[in-house]
Structures are given as structure tokens and as C-alpha cells.
């Protein structure tokens, strides 16, 4: 007797079958929305740098597009693909959100410690070449650079360092502390309370982002006052002074040098950051 083959069919292809084609919509959905989340809400900047905004902007186009493809299949019960394993590699990331919405600028480097900039010294050397020698000691390093003078300090008056001249003004008094000895500035960060420095003393600190919150380093001023200060680490305080200068060593590459130190005259607690992150001019 002669078999008469049968229509194949499979399941998995059938148009419209299961949750399927329902799933990656909502994968597609969260993304999506998570980049337009950032891009509206101004939370971005928390998590990657300014310069990466165009990348994110791409990044949310193209999910977009993705989105409208998948609806558009939906609607035309298009054959859907079966599911595989990489579907995992879609959803992990979302468990990672509440942190990335929540991320805590005053721990995110501070396990590292602080470097501070050199200014005048047998030596000088640019925070990224600090960098270089701590992330690849083993390898050659880069011949130090010097230190910009960029006119971001005003000639009269007191020097505020705030969300869109911090770091310009910072590597400008790092670059020659003695040029701004008595200037008054008025500076804000998270304390942080270096072990080898006395009670009187503890760094005004900021994240510098370069690139994104897991790339930022502690960035800050020295502070002194004659008289302890109840202030405890990663509380954020605004601070008012007299620049002077100080001996400081390196804990990278142990090179001596002088930094500018803020006298304290006055000094404020605040309940949060007036911003959180600091970025490269």
C-alpha cells in the first residue's frame, strides 16, 4: 500500500501562534522606553557623559524602528522565529534598571581612593597619565603633559566652581596653585577623609565622568580647618575658604608635588548634590 505524504506543518512558524511574537514586543517596549525615559527626564546625564548623548539618541531611533517592525508583523500575523536562548541575553539587563536609575555618585570610585592632580613639582602630570599608570602599571608610560591655563578662573572676585566650569577651573588651580594663594572659593562635593591626612583635614570631592558612571573617577579640592570638623564620609557639603597650598604625594606615582588647599571659613551641609557628576571641557 502506497503512502500518501502529508502536509508539514510547523507549529512554531504558524502565524499568530502564542506569545511569541507578544514577547518581544514588550522586550522591545521596556528598551525603548527606558532611552526615552533618560532622553526626557534629563537622568541620562547621571549615567554617561554629554558627549555620549548622540549615542543614546541612535540607540533609542533604532529600537524605535525595531518597535514598529514587530508591530507591523503583528498586524500582518507575519511568520514568527521560536524562541531560543538568547531571549535571556534581552531580559537580564532589566534587573540591573533600579540601579541604573538609583546609581550613588559618592561610592561609585571611592573604594579607589582619590588622586589628585599635580600642579607645580619635579614632575607634573595630567589626571589621564595618573590614570594610564594606575590602570597599566606594568606598561610604558606616557611622557607627562603639561597642565592647561585656560582663563576659566575670573581675575576679581570670588571663584565658584559649579556644573558648567568645574573641571576647566579645577585643572586651571591644579595647573599653579601659587597664582591664586587668598583667592576666596566656594566649592561643593562629598567629604571624603583620607586615612594619612589629620582630623582637620579631608578632601571636598566630585565624580569626574569621562564616559560613563562605571568609568568615574574621584576628582576634588584638599580642605583644611584649624578645628575638627563633624562631617562624615560621602556627606555633601559646600565649602568657603582661602586657597593656600600644600605638600601632597601621589598614591599612584608616589610623586611628590604642590596642590591648592581651600582654609575653611565657612562650611555648609547639604541634603543632596546641587549636581552630581562632573565632566570633561
Known amino acids: 500500500m502506497e503512502t500518501v505524504p502529508t502536509k508539514s506543518v510547523n507549529v512554531g512558524s504558524e502565524p499568530g501562534v502564542g506569545l511569541k511574537p507578544w514577547i518581544w514586543l514588550a522586550v522591545l517596549t521596556g528598551y525603548a522606553g527606558y532611552f526615552g525615559y533618560l532622553l526626557v527626564s534629563g537622568r541620562l546625564e547621571d549615567l554617561v ?31 514568527q522565529a521560536p524562541l ?13 534598571i533600579p540601579f541604573a536609575l538609583n546609581p550613588n555618585s559618592a561610592l561609585l570610585s571611592l573604594n579607589r581612593g582619590i588622586s589628585l592632580e599635580q600642579g607645580q613639582g619635579p614632575a607634573p602630570i595630567d589626571l589621564t597619565t595618573k590614570l594610564h599608570a594606575a590602570v597599566n602599571p606594568f606598561l610604558p608610560q606616557p611622557k607627562p603633559k603639561p597642565l592647561p591655563r585656560n582663563g576659566a578662573v575670573p581675575r576679581t572676585g570670588t571663584i565658584v566652581l559649579g556644573k558648567n566650569n568645574y573641571y576647566r577651573v579645577y585643572q586651571e588651580l591644579y595647573a599653579d596653585p601659587a597664582a591664586f594663594v587668598g583667592r576666596t572659593i566656594t566649592v561643593s562635593g562629598f567629604v ?31 580642605t583644611h ?17 582661602h586657597l593656600a597650598t600644600t605638600d601632597y604625594v601621589d598614591r599612584y606615582t608616589q610623586v611628590k608635588s604642590i596642590v591648592p588647599v581651600i582654609e575653611i571659613s565657612h562650611i555648609d551641609q547639604l541634603k543632596g548634590p546641587d549636581f552630581v557628576f562632573v565632566y570633561p571641557s
Request: glycine share 6%; charged share 15%.
Open 225 to 241: 580647618s584649624k578645628n575638627a570638623i563633624p562631617v562624615k564620609s560621602t556627606e555633601w557639603v559646600s565649602v568657603t575658604g
Open 84 to 96: 531560543k536562548r538568547g531571549l535571556v541575553l534581552f531580559l537580564a539587563p532589566f534587573a540591573f
Open 192 to 222: 571624603y577623609h583620607d586615612p594619612k591626612e589629620p582630623a582637620g583635614r579631608f578632601i571636598a570631592a566630585r565624580e569626574l565622568m569621562w564616559c560613563c558612571a562605571a568609568d568615574a573617577v574621584a576628582i576634588g579640592f584638599m
Open 49 to 79: 557623559s554629554p558627549r555620549m548623548t548622540v549615542f543614546v539618541v541612535l540607540g533609542f531611533v533604532t529600537l524605535v524602528a525595531f518597535l514598529l517592525v514587530r508591530i507591523l508583523s503583528i498586524v500582518k500575523r507575519s511568520p
